[in-house]
């Protein structure tokens, strides 16, 4: 099976080069892979990186840019049977990574599958927390429910054609897709040894547009959650208690105390402020969510 790895790139020249050295060193277990990558506008060297290792490189207007578009340009010029996805800062834990993503698809109607994620030193203290929360160490295939994650994930290629990304949600166009996939009676495996570390390289403010536009996104797949002011002042403290919890036990709590209340804080409020927007989103909003540099 030939695999087509498809990976959305801006300025993303820092992490791409061990990403795609990850990719050509993998254990394939008998299946080919290119590499597409779908750039919107760098200007690093990340698209000279791209070509010095032999990717397909496709292109979209940062005007036009939204998660689901992107991948839906990315998967047009892709050839495989089996689509997988990884952001252009993340990095394959192991040269299996790729392999055991892709092993599930097909296999007791499972047509999306998604892989473990982890932080590395450089990682926020609640970001670690959350990976543990949404990535556990035990796989499931398949797995209940519809969560996924286009950060580490594989689609088969006909599931994709009849059901392409939806293009105007700010994002968690992965969890839409799943949403429409159980649906339809297809079903989501999680791959836990298909991990990578998830590198985010962001200030305060863009922690709290990513999740400001994952609740608008949200409002869209699931109408029935809402996130008020109180709301989001309690899963605020309690999520900075939990995290100190978390510390102490590491004997971590001195030196990430001041920012686990920062992370969480820009987490809530960021959720609050996207659960309360409403759902048509300017172009100049949606381009300060996308790119907030």
Request: proline share 3%; glycine share 8%; net charge positive.
């Amino acid at each position: 099976m030939l695999v087509s790895v498809v990976i959305r790139t801006l300025n993303e020249a820092r992490h791409l080069p061990a990403l795609l050295e990850s990719i050509a060193g993998q254990s394939l277990a008998g299946h080919g892979c290119e590499v597409v990558l779908v750039d919107s506008g760098s200007t690093d060297g990340t698209l000279d990186i791209a070509r010095q290792h032999g990717c397909r490189i496709v292109t979209i207007a940062k005007h036009e840019f939204s998660f689901g578009r992107s991948l839906n340009v990315g998967c047009k010029a892709a050839e495989g049977e089996a689509l997988v996805f990884v952001s252009g800062h993340c990095i394959p834990r192991d040269p299996h990574w790729l392999a055991r993503l892709v092993a599930p698809l097909g296999v007791d109607g499972v047509v999306y599958s998604y892989g473990g994620q982890v932080g590395d030193t450089s990682t926020h203290f609640s970001e670690h927390q959350i990976f543990a929360k949404y990535f556990p160490p035990r796989s499931q295939v398949p797995q209940q429910g519809f969560f996924c994650n286009n950060a580490n994930a594989a689609l088969l290629r006909s599931a994709w054609q009849q059901t392409p990304f939806d293009e105007e949600l700010t994002g968690l166009e992965d969890m839409h897709l799943a949403k429409q996939l159980v649906a339809q009676g297809q079903r989501i495996a999680y791959v836990a040894d298909a991990a990578v570390y998830h590198l985010h390289d962001e200030s305060w403010r863009q922690v709290k547009r990513r999740f400001e536009r994952e609740a608008i996104a949200l409002r869209h797949i699931m109408p029935e959650v809402h996130i008020g002011l109180l709301d989001a002042v309690r899963y605020a403290a309690s999520a900075i208690l939990l995290d100190w919890g978390a510390a102490l036990g590491e004997r971590k709590l001195g030196r990430t105390l001041g920012d686990v209340v920062v992370y969480r804080v820009c987490q809530f409020w960021g959720a609050w402020r996207g659960n309360r927007a409403h759902r048509q989103v300017s172009r100049a909003a949606k381009e300060r969510y996308y790119f907030p540099r």
